[in-house]
């Protein structure tokens, strides 16, 4: 059973850092490209970042030079961590594990991030 567990969600304030773990079992973790997707109210799931096995990274525009993914192999666990927060950040975080060589295509079940003064 391929689990996804989310944490490190909350309330900050603009110009502030939080940082998202996601904790993965059931699966080969190396072997997955990680990834970060978040929703806001009213509007589509979109990218945020992801890492390959391979440690290659992608970031969507909006968060390039303030979140940071990272990935530590050893505790099937995946990072976001998000500084100079803004009120458009506001979103649920989803956790993502993609393999399309495995058919493999998990989510969490998602973690609250409200950036508000």
């Known amino acids: 059973q391929v689990q996804l567990v989310e944490s490190g969600g909350g309330s900050v304030q603009p110009g502030g850092s939080l940082r998202l773990s996601c904790a993965a079992s059931?699966?080969?973790?190396?072997?997955?490209?990680m990834g970060w997707y978040r929703q806001a109210p009213g509007k589509q799931r979109e990218l945020v970042a992801t890492i390959t096995s391979r440690r290659i990274t992608n970031y969507a525009d909006s968060v390039k030079g303030r979140f940071t993914i990272s990935r530590d192999d050893a505790k099937n666990t995946v990072y976001l961590q998000m500084n100079s927060l803004k009120p458009e950040d506001t979103a649920v975080y989803y956790c993502?594990?993609?393999?399309?060589?495995?058919?493999?295509?998990?989510w969490g079940q998602g973690t609250q991030v409200t950036v508000s003064s």
């Open positions: 993502n594990a993609r393999n399309d060589y495995l058919k493999g295509d998990f």
């Open positions: 059931g699966i080969i973790f190396r072997a997955y490209t």
